[in-house]
């Protein structure tokens, strides 16, 4: 089913705990990440929304997938958020404008009023007519009609002098769009009893806007500035509802860890078969050598602790729930626009996720499948026999708040999001999908 327009009728978008949602915007079809999507969303009864690109032009298309293109883009959380009927986003055009159109949205003042102090627009304008140059192949090199700026007579310029510039400039406005933009990854709207909304945002944003603006953009009379305790805020907490929030803690995956290795050791005294043997033994050197590694990756992490997130959380009256949720590797950074000179490379978390409330007001988690099991041998037999792997710890770990069967875990193809996005690209499943107001109607 296609849909071409929308009318917001009011809209009181709340925030990004856990919320009834009207529906979730995706970027792509990439890896077939939004078709494993769209099973969870049709059987949780939320709509799903689809960014589709063809020789006619960007559409949005509802519970349809399409084509599982080539990567074009694949973000939408960080790229549009939506706080009431203003749309927050990194660029004003484009797909941008669709998304703005088809759900009646308003740009965020606050943002723009920043923005227009700046020469983005130029830039804008300024690369739009170099890409758009004619262009021209003598022999075997390319070249485009430029044009003399003294005597307004068209010349020829190699097309790579002119693909420089465009990679400068372009470079240049980047950093500007990420000077006035907060990504939908490093903030949270969380509800108090009283209904009112309070913001948890992470600490580098503070470097782009005053307390103040802030306040005004989200429409808050309070903000807690969260330590920032990786690049975003969604690759370390979760705020589910009732101002409760998952914290990853780095001491109890370790400990978890050390749980397994102990069950295993155990299992290993009672195997009499010598094939059986031979697995559990595989497990203990796995698991043995992993769980050293991974301690001594965490002590040597320079951002701050679950500790020091959980004191300011608590003491904005929240209450917070550590959970072993991640696992990464620590790399030092030559990325361009990052803010320090190391990162975290994810190779399992569980807390980047979309939570929300369905119909039956159950709360809904969806997060990143992983490999870290399967990479330490631990198959379903063995985590049956032994009582243990991660997943299996995360789920206990979260099973007073949110029932099991309603834990969904995405992949993608060939476990695109464990082995491509999220220690590449550094962002899982909670990055692709932008979160959309509840009170919206078909025309």
Known sequence: MRVD???????????YDARKL????????????AGEMLEITKKENLPLYILNRNEAGITISKNSVGEQPILKGCWAQDF??????KLQCFEEFGETEVVKKFFNLNFDKTQQDVRSGTNIEDLQNFLSFMVNLPKCKLGNVEFVYGVNELTQERKLIQKNLIDKDIKEYSGILEKLRRRTHIPGGNFFLVQTEKAKDEL???EDELKKFSIDKIKKMFEVDKVHVIPQ???????FIRPLDKKRVLVADDELTVSALSEGFDKVCEKMYKIQSSIDSLKYQKVFMALGMGMKQIQKIMSLNPYPKAPEVEKVLNEAGFETIRVPGRIYEIYENHSPGRQKDFFLKQLHNYLNAVVFKNNNDELVYITNNSLFDKGLFITDEIEKKIGFSMKKKFLESIKPYVKEEKVYFVSGENDAIAKEF???????IHCMCAEIPTKVKIK
């Open 5 to 15: 327009s929308f009318n917001l009728a009011k809209p009181s978008f709340k925030g």
């Open 22 to 33: 009207g529906g979730i915007l995706m970027n792509s079809n990439y890896c077939g990440i």
């Open 80 to 85: 549009w958020t939506v706080v009431k009927n």
């Open 200 to 202: 948890l945002i992470g």
């Open 229 to 235: 305790a990786d690049y975003h805020l969604d690759m």
């Open 422 to 428: 999220l220690p590449e690209f550094q962002g899982g």
